[in-house]
């Protein structure tokens, strides 16, 4: 059998920089004080020059709701000498079981991120994040994942997440 695998989005296959022109920008109480256009704004894990940061391209299965990025983290990700910060890798595993529950459950957020760093990750090695919906109870989706080097050998990370689908009744975010 056929598993059709869509790509997400990856450098060279029209993964231009996203651009969100008409944000809001919110006050401490999370109410919009000011409409502007943050023509500056770009998604997180796209902020950085080609090459420097993160690279990475993801691929969707829909049968299975599984989600696979594969990253490489660049030299302005460094945390301790030589190794990927580990913000920088709680923001890909974020990023891929994010995809994952968006492209399962529509709009949704992160609720609650658990993340096991077994093994520090070199900078600029190529890794595999594999995410997975593991169930569904009404608005909430708990997708895990793990991150390996290619070879399969070494496990850097394991997580657990929470997304929770955005209530149309409720009017923040
Ligand atoms: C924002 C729009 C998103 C639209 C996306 C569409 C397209 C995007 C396209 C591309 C993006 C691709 C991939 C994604 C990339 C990156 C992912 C990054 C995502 C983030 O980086 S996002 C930022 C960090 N994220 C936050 O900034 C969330 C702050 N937070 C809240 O905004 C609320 O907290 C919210 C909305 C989460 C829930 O609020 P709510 O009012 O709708 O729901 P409520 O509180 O009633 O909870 C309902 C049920 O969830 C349980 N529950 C809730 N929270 C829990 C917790 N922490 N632990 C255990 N259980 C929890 C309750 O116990 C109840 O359970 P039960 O029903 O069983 O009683």
């Given at each position: 059998m056929s598993i059709p695998i869509n790509l997400v989005r990856g450098r060279g296959v029209g993964s231009g920089r996203p651009r969100q022109d008409s944000l809001c920008l919110r006050g401490a109480d999370s109410k919009p004080v000011k409409e502007e256009p943050l023509?500056?704004?770009r998604l997180f894990p796209r902020s950085l020059e080609e090459g420097l940061g993160f690279e990475y391209a993801m691929f969707h299965n829909q049968v299975e709701n599984r989600t696979v990025c594969i990253l490489q983290g660049g030299p302005y990700l460094q945390g301790i000498p030589g190794f990927l910060h580990g913000g920088a890798i709680a923001t890909m595993i974020d990023s891929t079981?994010?995809?994952?529950?968006?492209?399962?459950?529509?709009?949704?957020?992160?609720?609650?991120?658990?993340?096991?760093?077994?093994?520090?990750?070199?900078?600029?090695?190529v890794v595999v994040i594999n995410s997975q919906l593991d169930k569904i109870e009404g608005r909430k989706l708990f997708v895990s994942c793990n991150v390996q080097s290619l070879d399969e050998k070494t496990l850097y990370s394991e997580a657990t997440s929470l997304f929770v689908k955005l209530d149309p009744k409720k009017t923040s975010p």
């Open positions: 023509s500056q704004a079981v994010g995809m994952c529950a968006v492209l399962t459950g529509g709009a949704v957020m992160t609720a609650n991120l658990n993340i096991n760093f077994r093994r520090p990750i070199p900078l600029c090695s």
